[in-house]
């Protein structure tokens, strides 16, 4: 079983920016942020694999950057130039190498363990 405690979550206002983490009590060959508004489907932020891979939804792609520090295995998201419609809670998200690839398009269920979420909220 795999731990992932997030933190760094909080309000700020638009083009502001926040940083996010999430400590893995394992090593990951594939984290991922995902974040879900009320009533919406939880989708996919960014994706980094364990060599350092990045890939990133077009909603965000120039504003978040998607990094790892594997010696402590923790991830992080920078936000920058922050929207309101970022606002949403940010789920990390681990997966083992023995459980396929890792690369953009993989969805909610390709992720077996998950944390239990930091709130952004971002006014305008």
């Known amino acids: 079983q795999v731990q992932l405690v997030e933190s760094g979550g909080g309000s700020v206002q638009a083009g502001g920016s926040l940083r996010i983490s999430c400590a893995a009590s394992q090593y990951a060959y594939c984290m991922a942020w995902f974040r879900q508004a009320p009533g919406t489907e939880r989708e996919a932020v960014a994706i980094i694999r364990s060599d350092g891979r990045t890939s990133y939804a077009d909603s965000v792609k120039g504003r978040f950057t998607i990094s790892q520090d594997n010696a402590k295995n923790t991830l992080y998201l920078q936000m920058n130039s922050l929207k309101p419609e970022d606002t949403a809670m940010y789920y990390c998200?681990?997966?083992?190498?023995?459980?396929?690839?890792?690369?953009?398009?993989?969805?909610?269920?390709?992720?077996?363990?998950w944390g239990q979420g930091t709130q952004v909220t971002v006014s305008s």
């Open positions: 998200a681990h997966r083992f190498r023995s459980s396929g690839y890792c690369a953009w398009g993989l969805n909610r269920q390709d992720f077996p363990f």
